[in-house]
Nanobody, 118 residues
Framework: QVQLVESGGGLVQPGGSLRLSCVAS????????MGWYRQAPGKQRELVAR???????NYADSVKGRFTISRDNAKNTVDLQMNGLKAEDTAVYYC????????????WGQGTQVTVSS
């Protein structure tokens, strides 16, 4: 029953914009920190952006000033607005839900491909 469903991935040109969305079900959404991770071929999965239950945010240095994470607790959604996309942003992007409590583990989305290319 617990799942994260993503949408919005695709192919965009350098300098373009893309908005990723993730809807959660089967969890008490307001008690989960939400995040977006990405993994490129041959590289470790890295945290792109995170938004806590209290609304605080953190971003990877490589995306600061370009990406914005937001959440809507009424809709159980978390979005990632990506502007000024670069080829280096090409990766599989994963939605993540992490409970504030130690009871229960992380929930991961299926991953969505983002490709930035001319």
């Amino acid at each position: 029953q617990v799942q994260l469903v993503e949408s919005g991935g695709g192919l965009v040109q350098p300098g373009g914009s893309l908005r990723l969305s993730c809807v959660a079900s089967g969890i008490w959404f307001r008690n989960y920190h939400m995040g977006w991770y990405r993994q490129a071929p041959g590289k470790q999965r890295e945290l792109v952006a995170r938004i806590t239950t209290g609304g605080g945010t953190n971003y990877a240095d490589s995306v600061k000033g370009r990406f914005t994470i937001s959440r809507d607790n009424a809709k159980n959604t978390v979005d990632l607005q990506m502007n000024g996309l670069k080829a280096e942003d090409t990766a599989v992007y994963y939605c993540n839900a992490r409970p504030w409590s130690t009871v229960g583990g992380d929930v991961w989305g299926q991953g969505t491909q983002v490709t930035v290319s001319s």
